[in-house]
């Protein structure tokens, strides 16, 4: 005796059919096609049939079987929209409220300033690059054309791991402008990028911390030239420090990746130790800059016979202790919170050159 298929089939969709969400609809699966379901009960009846009845029965039986199987997939695909839309309804958030008023959190200064940094020269067509903090001495040094036994190295009181298989010891990065290096080898010029990022000098005291930041640029192209570099630091730190006409001077210097080199100091009054940036009788250093070394541009494989352009760094935490009155370095790596509720920055407030960088 064999059951009804038909009926077997009717009885199978409609269980699925009712199933009211995922696990309902696992146990109508299990019901119909599990190890112990109503199909597999089916398939074994097929030994007691006769030999001749026995083909036609389990093709019956198999089409039963995928019909029962697409039912499922229907049903799971329907119930699988209705779960998300459930979902997405209940955590439905409106994104136009006010921040709420217990919200203490605040933005570091030095994110904030490096945010300020990015959104000046991103408004003037820079990208941001990043590189890793331990280096390899020649993207740090020698390719910047500072070779061996320059004094520089010493200068830049370089923290050195142990030697690696290549007898060469890997540094923790003295300056960002490695990844000038990593830039030029990986891109083709146009190239304008700056680059935020952790550096590291074996200092400390009031105004030195042996974990830093710094934010370097760089221009490749065929076309710019010292006015260019000028013309660009101006604007950056008259926009940063927010005095239109900050007086900026240009200072003859030197180092081994730029030639010429200048260093950017602005005016400032210091009066009785106490230190105003502006107009005044007196200049603050705060930017070291240069055209790239065409030795630079070879090292990295660019044709400095038809490209040029410029370079610069500087410090991050020295420009945010001058523009937000912070007196001392170490302070920023206090994680005092107490500090960072006086000195820190509310989180809506995007920097934005049109809204002002800060409020
Ligand atoms: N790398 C230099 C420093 O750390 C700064 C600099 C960058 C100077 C790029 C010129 C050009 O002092």
Known sequence: M???????????????????????LESARLAAIGKKGRVGALMQALGGLPPEQRK????????????????IELRKADLEASALDA???????D???????????RIHPISQTIDEIVQIFGQMGFQVAEGPDLEDDWKNFTALNIPEEHPARQEMDTFYLRAGEDGTRPVLRTHTSPVQIRTMMS???????????????????ATHSPM??????????EVSHMGHLKGCLIEFCRTFFEISDLPVRFRNSHFPFTEPSAEVDIGCTRTNGELRIGHGDDWLEILGSGMVHPRVLENCGIDSNKYQ????????????????GIPDLRTFYDSDLRWLKHYGFVPLDVP????????
Do not use: C, W
């Not at 036609?56 to 039912?71: I, M």
């Not at 934005?352 to 409020?359: A, E, K, Q, S, V």
């Open 56 to 71: 036609d029965y389990g093709q019956a039986v198999n089409a039963l079987k995928q019909a029962v199987e697409a039912a």
């Open 2 to 24: 064999t059951e009804d298929l038909g009926a077997v089939q009717a009885d199978l969709l409609a269980a699925v059919q009712s199933a009211g969400d995922l696990k309902a």
């Open 212 to 221: 830093f930041h710094q934010v370097e640029g760089l221009v490749i192209d």
């Open 309 to 324: 352009g410029f370079a610069f760094g500087m410090g991050i935490e020295r420009i945010a202790m001058l523009k937000y």
């Open 95 to 105: 994104v136009t409220l006010p921040i709420r008023s217990e919200v203490e959190g």
């Open 187 to 205: 891109e083709k010029p146009p190239i304008r990028v700056i680059v935020p990022g952790r550096t590291f000098r074996s200092d400390h005291d």
């Open 87 to 93: 979902k997405l309804a209940a955590e439905q958030v």
């Open 352 to 359: 934005g050159t049109l809204g002002g960088l800060h409020r």
